[in-house]
């Protein structure tokens, strides 16, 4: 059995409050061993062959990506929508299909106000990736989501991956990897802060995959416990200064968007505006604001040969 198998066997049996701290002591100890590539590992600069740079000449792409893992996150998805619509922004919403009752009518206002759906998995059960004859049955359940919510893309639950395997969907976009990121369970990254063609023949037929660039708030201020939002301004400017992708996944799920003091694994809301709010001021009409199935057509039109 593998590790991963072996935690999700264990985890309901595991109280969360255990989890969470067992976790902040790993996360320390990571911290510390990798801080030659977390949050920023030099390497992931490269340009990719025959690149020629986003359109309108942008310095960079912007994407905002939101996991709503639970009933908790998707209850909050007006909120945060809300509140994105106030800068005159639009994200991804990544929805899980058979954890929680999914609301037809909210995946209905996230489409109409110019937001988008991508499929979260299946469960969120940690085993979607045990093994491929599990994979090749919960594929079809998944392939039917897309085509029910009319989605193009899948984000995988914990980022595990198999890229051959997720040629079984039928997506146009993935966002389930990450280019940094020695904390998650499957931790080797892509090593890029760009987008990737993930090739299936000869024929195009394979995906775009998207990595996450900046740090997940969840990592940030749950399990290392910021107060600030500094590494995230630090990773931004890199990556601007670099002319990458700056495409940042936070969850509804952990976010408070009442005036209390935050309790459990939550945290202010306010620092994902601010957030907003200083890219924008920073780097006004310097980003190219994009949803991820926009920079995956850019993409395919652009760098896949």
């Known amino acids: 059995m593998s590790l991963n198998s072996l935690f999700y066997t264990m985890k309901p049996f595991i109280p969360r409050s255990t989890q969470i701290v067992l976790r902040r002591i790993i996360a320390k100890r990571k911290r510390r061993i990798y801080s030659h590539i977390w949050p920023i590992d030099p390497n992931a600069a490269k340009k990719p062959d025959g690149w020629q740079g986003w359109p309108d000449k942008k310095k960079f792409a912007f994407v905002l990506q939101h996991d709503v893992d639970t009933k908790a996150g998707h209850d909050k998805c007006d909120k ?14 990544s929805i899980v299909p058979e954890r929680y009752s999914v609301d037809k009518s909210l995946l209905n206002r996230i489409t109409d106000q110019g937001f988008d759906i991508a499929v979260h998995g299946l469960k969120h059960d940690g085993k979607l990736f045990l093994s491929e004859r599990v994979f090749r049955e919960s594929a079809i359940k998944i392939n039917n989501y897309l085509k029910e919510w009319g989605s193009a893309g899948f984000t995988s639950p914990s980022m595990h991956s ?19 990121d020695p904390f998650e369970p499957e931790p080797k990254g892509v090593g890029t802060i760009f987008p990737f063609y993930v090739r299936r023949d000869q024929n195009k037929n394979g995906y775009i995959e998207l990595p996450y660039t900046l740090p997940q708030d969840h990592l940030l ?30 969850h509804p799920d952990y976010m408070d968007f009442s005036n209390r003091k935050p309790e459990n694994e939550s945290y202010p809301v306010r620092l994902y505006e601010e957030f907003l709010e200083y890219i924008i001021k920073r780097y006004k009409d310097q980003y190219w604001l994009a949803l991820p199935k926009d920079v995956a057509q850019f993409w395919r039109e652009k760098m896949v040969k």
């Not at 500094?230 to 400017?237: E, F, G, H, P, R």
Request: net charge negative; aromatic share 12%.
């Open 80 to 93: 945060l929508m809300e509140l994105e619509q106030r800068y005159g922004l639009v994200s991804l919403f």
């Open 162 to 180: 198999n890229p051959n395997w997720m040629h079984l969907l039928d997506i146009v976009y993935s966002t389930s990897t990450f280019d940094t």
């Open 221 to 250: 201020f749950i399990i290392l416990r910021e107060k600030n939002i500094d590494i995230w301004k630090k990773k931004l400017d890199w990556i601007a200064d670099n002319g990458g992708m700056a495409l940042i996944n936070t």
